[in-house]
């Protein structure tokens, strides 16, 4: 049947490279292979304007794990035992039919591949992503000459078959002689409990709140488990076979019963014996992957009583190969990976790998080497870092997930040694999913929102159980307790739950207990505002958030320095991005980017495009970048976007009559921007028709007058016009909630307007980027106000009053002077600094008797001390205006005051008295 052999001889080069690969190859053509005449011939393949020859099927037969002789075999000649990688090429002979008959949208084909007498395995050889080229993946060679027997699909010309040696991931020298500080502690059990907390652990079971999950634990690990498999027979992960595996050793752990410790370790060893992820890719399976680990570490370190040495052994050589296939590689430091930021920061070392390390020590120390490595010497004085600003730089979704993953790190090591490696800010990082809740249930948008992406409509709550539990467990919070059950708790993983929740800790709903205003620090600079906690759909309450200062994380982080976005019954201003797909076109060229977000645009025409984007959308710059260290992250001035020059609310912290943000936004743009800053008062006006203003001021100057400027903001319905005002508006069960949008400067006659919508709103300057999609977002509207006048520097002012249904706006009053603005609304007297100059003049306030109390507010004032003087009325103070706040107020009900820069000597020193 055979009528010939060829040799494939591949020679190693040991050079280690850092990528984790060789670039050497020993390629095949299979054409030339032994062929099975009854079943295979050969066949022509046209690749452009060249020809190449493959090997097909001669008719269509039934799947190729259906059939005994193989199609083509090889003989592999290497010059020493090994771990190879297998890549092969491949061509559809008909690419309309594989469409036609694909039903996953993926084109994925597969082959059947045996080597030597090892089990037969299934590889993909095409598919969507990776077309016909195709890394088989690592292959233990076990003698200088094996043969390869290849089992084709339909439809399909197999052309060649390269083998090259593979290389582990290289370790930075610290790596390597990192002895670890911390080392894991003599006793077991050391994952989630050890002899101190396991006894808590035990206790708390059978308490009202635990009962319901321990029982369905102990039914589950009571329960016989039928797992039939045969070795010759891979099979693809099995997550609810994982879960009874963990369960039973939970069990076990809670109990001591042995027979279901046995039962534990039987069901792990035989699973993991035929457990084959393959070559598959997609669907990000290194999570999967790490899935298969973490349960077989948890065995490992809970039953270890019941484990002998051969069992020991044969678990440890499987964790090796799940962890090799793991995307980060092991040791875990391939190419750009790395546990800061991208998918090494997800569950694959914090939780998975730190697992294993820990687990497998007393054989094995070398993991926990590396692994500790990277969580002690670099994710926690990253962190550390990172969160004095209480938020996620990767977003609502992103953050939620990845921090639930650091999470497990800081409970792995918390609960093995009685206390914790990271710093306490990490307790504080939750507020951020308080403060950017909507009343809807929903979220304000910040960084690339998968949640939207995976919802069949915007009725969803957002939710994120698990990372809530891994929080308040830690913290103690118990407000966040109250959002683990607002979220739906978590009764699919209850082992989790009895590790870690504390009946003695009460869940608290109130959210009224928290101050209105969060101002968000320096390293992610950002506040939000709001004039209620209410958690209705057919609430009232106004939320907005101004974003810009600190640093730039990239990957799902936007380039979103500066934005606006206010909810009032529903979006007003906005995002328009949909994350839909990561790096496509309209991802990279609109959704990350500044002109999906309600900020400022400055476009220069020459200004360089970078990280695979095609169009210039004038905003701030796209980075797909991220610093490793602080160190580099306050060095480099690529990450940084600004900072923040005040913030400050009113005398009353817990419900601020005002909000106040300045930001120094220059360092986001490239170097088109000379300087540009952006001013932010949030005004709680406590009324059911108005409930909020804010004042917005944009001072922008750039390199070139020819740059064209653009005041941006996006919304989901479509503006109504009236006269020189803006109409905003949505509605929610029922309710209408508008926006109205005053521009004051520049005037009407200075500036031109327009309106993107539907279709077009997503169009970035004349390049289209259409979007399929149900949300609103994918049919939004642009809102673009530019000056008429090309001039190197301009300056805006924009008033937003979120007024009640079809009750009337308020009237707004305002006078323009050298460094600041006078603007009236309602009883708030409000002067303003323009942008990035700070009001050093003296103000004259002239304050007629209304026979109502007045607040007079003073954003953007130097720092230092401040005359407040009003002769008629013998007032005479001295206050001091704090750096980095910047603000003066007071109330009063008439008077003629000059508020001066300077300290009075006559004057009292003390807080402005209130003129009731």
Known sequence: MFNKYILIVAFVLWTLQAVGQESFSSVLPLHKGDINEKTTKTRKVNVGEEETYGVALKKHLANPDKRVQPDVEVELEVPQEGIYVLETEAYPIHMELLKKKDTTGLWTVNAFFQLGDSRRTKRIVFDRYKGGHQELGKFEISEKRQKLKIWLPNNLALSTIAIKPYVAPTAPPEAEAYMPKIKPSEDRPRLWVNKESLPIVKRRLTSSENKEAWEKVKKAALSPYSFDFDLDKEIFHDEQLEKVIEQKAFYYLMTQDATVGKEAVQLLVDYLSVLEFGNVTYGDITREVGRALYTGALVYDWCYPLLDEKTKSILQKDFKRLVRDMEIGWPPFYGLESIINGHGNEAQICRDMLAWSLAVYDE??????????????????????????????????????????????????????????????????????????????????????????????????????????????????????????????????????????????????????????????????????????????????????????????????????????????????????????????????????????????????????????????????????????????????????????????????????????????????????????????????????????????????????????????????????????????????????????????????????????????????????????????????????????????????????????????????????????????????????????????????????????VEVIFAGMKEGYWNVYDKKRGLNSNVLVDFGKNVVSFRTVGGEYVVGPGRSYNASESIVPENK
Not at 427 to 436: A, G, V
Not at 526 to 544: H, I, L
Not at 751 to 765: A, D, I, P, Y
């Open 364 to 853: 094995d120390p070398e993991p926990y080497k590396y692994v500790s490595y990277t969580i002690l010497e670099q994710l926690v004085p990253m962190r550390k870092f990172e969160y004095q600003s209480p938020r996620h730089n990767q977003g609502i979704d992103y953050g939620g997930y990845r921090f639930g993953w650091e999470m497990h790190a800081v409970w792995l090591y918390y609960r093995m040694l009685g206390y914790s490696v990271f710093d306490d800010n990490i307790k504080n990082m939750t507020d951020y999913w308080l403060y950017m809740r909507t009343p809807d249930g929903k979220m304000l948008r910040d960084g690339d929102m998968f949640s939207v992406k995976y919802s069949n409509s915007d009725g969803f709550y957002w939710s994120n159980p698990q990372t809530m539990l891994l929080c308040y467990a830690f913290s103690g919070n118990p407000l966040i307790k109250g959002e683990f059950y607002k979220q739906g708790a978590l009764p699919n993983n209850p082992v989790l739950f009895l590790l870690l929740n504390d009946p003695q800790l009460k869940p608290d709903f109130d959210l009224d207990q928290l101050p209105l205003t969060k101002d968000f620090g320096p390293v992610l600079g950002s506040m939000v505002a709001r004039t209620g906690w209410d958690q209705n759909k057919d609430s009232g309450n106004v939320v907005a958030e101004i974003k810009g200062g600190g640093y730039h994380f990239g990957n799902h982080q936007h380039a979103d320095a500066g934005a606006l976005q206010i909810y009032y019954r529903g979006i007003q201003v906005g995002d328009l991005g949909l994350y839909l797909s990561y790096g496509s076109p309209y991802d990279f060229n609109f959704n990350k980017r500044s002109i999906s977000h309600s900020m400022m645009l400055a476009v220069d025409p020459n200004e360089e495009l970078l990280f695979r984007t095609k169009t210039n959308d004038g905003g701030t710059r796209f980075s797909q970048r991220f610093p490793k260290t602080p160190e580099e992250a306050q060095t480099d001035p690529w990450f940084n976007v600004g900072f923040v020059r005040s913030s400050a609310v009113g005398k009353d912290a817990k419900a601020p009559s005002f909000s106040y943000y300045n930001m120094d936004l220059t360092a986001a743009y490239s170097s088109k921007m000379e300087s540009y800053s952006r001013g932010f008062l949030f005004l709680n006006l406590e009324r059911e028709d108005v409930p909020a203003a804010i004042i917005l001021t944009d001072d922008m100057q750039v390199q070139d007058s020819t740059f064209q400027k653009y005041w941006q903001i996006n919304t989901l319905n479509a503006p109504v016009t009236l006269e020189d005002r803006l109409v905003l508006s949505s509605e929610l069960d029922g309710k209408v909630g508008k926006t109205y949008v005053d521009m004051l400067v520049p005037k009407p006659e200075d500036r031109t307007l327009q309106v993107l919508g539907g279709k077009e709103s997503t169009h970035v300057f004349g390049t289209k980027y259409e979007v399929n999609s149900n949300w609103p977002e994918a049919n939004g509207y642009r809102i673009m106000y530019s000056p008429k006048k090309q001039r190197q520097t301009d300056k805006f002012l924009t008033v937003f009053q979120m007024v009640d249904g079809e009750a009337s706006a308020l009237k707004v009053d305002f006078e323009e002077f050298g460094t600041y603005y006078r603007v009236r609304l309602a009883d708030k007297m409000v002067y303003i600094s323009k942008g990035k100059d700070l009001i050093e003049e003296p103000i004259k306030l002239i304050m007629p008797s209304e026979g109502r109390e």
